[in-house]
């Protein structure tokens, strides 16, 4: 079985600090997703890698940069963490674009 | 642009009944494909369903089956004896190698299964 995991269930930071979330999955796959989970917006995608030291923008990448040096591993930082990036975030895998992406189980992160 | 819109953010049914969640799309591609995912509370979430668009069969597995309305852009999900394991949030999502080869989700629909 694809196995996702996530650094962290919870997290609390202050504003203004440097936030690492990072994701690890085990099935070799190429691409990897950064997503946020708000209520009534869905998932929208904040940044994806094709390979490793690859990576686009997503829909909302305004606030986050990522990094890929491993296939394996895909983090996500917040350079500044700010209250509206308080929020659900999900890693997701695939093996190829079109087919089944593999999530985590989600970073809970509040920032105060 | 492409959307995903879930008219009903809330549902419910009951054990052992039938319930259909609706999804609509908005795309000008003709090659694509559309996902059903649940996210149970608390716990990851996993595929359901996915469908080809080239496909004119309905996908289905198991107890879970899409009514897929090309020419509607409609894609819903139809849970049969619903269980009561079902009870989750349930995501649309539409994705063309044609449109930036993204995932776009719709806003998600709660199911609640009562016993």
């Known amino acids: 079985d694809v196995k996702v995991t996530q650094s962290s269930r919870y997290l609390v930071k202050r504003t203004g600090e440097k936030v690492f979330l990072e994701c690890v999955q085990d099935?070799?796959?190429?691409?990897m997703f950064w997503y946020r989970q708000d209520p009534g917006l869905g998932l929208r995608l904040i940044y994806f890698?094709?390979?490793?030291?690859?990576?686009e923008k997503g829909d909302i990448p305004e606030g986050y940069s990522v990094s890929r040096e491993k296939k394996e591993r895909f983090s996500l930082i917040l350079e500044s963490a700010s209250t509206n990036q308080t929020s659900m975030y999900l890693c997701?895998?695939?093996?190829?674009?079109?087919?089944?992406?593999?999530f985590g189980p989600g970073t809970r992160l509040t920032v105060t | 642009a492409q959307t995903v819109t879930q008219s009903q953010p809330e549902m419910s049914v009951q054990e052992a009944e039938t319930v259909t969640l609706s999804c609509t799309y908005d795309?000008?591609?003709?090659?694509?494909?559309l996902f059903w995912y649940k996210q149970p509370p608390s716990r990851q979430m996993i595929l359901v369903i996915r469908?080809?668009?080239?496909?004119?069969q309905n996908a289905t597995e198991n107890r879970f089956s899409v009514n897929f309305q090309k020419a509607a852009k409609s894609f819903s999900l139809k849970i049969s004896d619903s269980q009561l394991g079902d009870t989750a949030m349930y995501f649309c999502?539409?994705?063309?190698?044609?449109?930036?080869?993204?995932?776009?989700f719709g806003a998600g629909t709660i199911l609640r299964v009562k016993s």
């Open positions: 997701a895998s695939s093996l190829d674009r079109g087919l089944e992406q593999y």
């Open positions: 099935m070799d796959h190429e691409n």
């Open positions: 890698s094709y390979d490793v030291k690859m990576k």
């Open positions: 795309t000008s591609e003709n090659n694509y494909y």
């Open positions: 469908q080809e668009a080239y496909k004119q």
């Open positions: 999502a539409f994705f063309s190698m044609e449109y930036g080869n993204k995932l776009v």
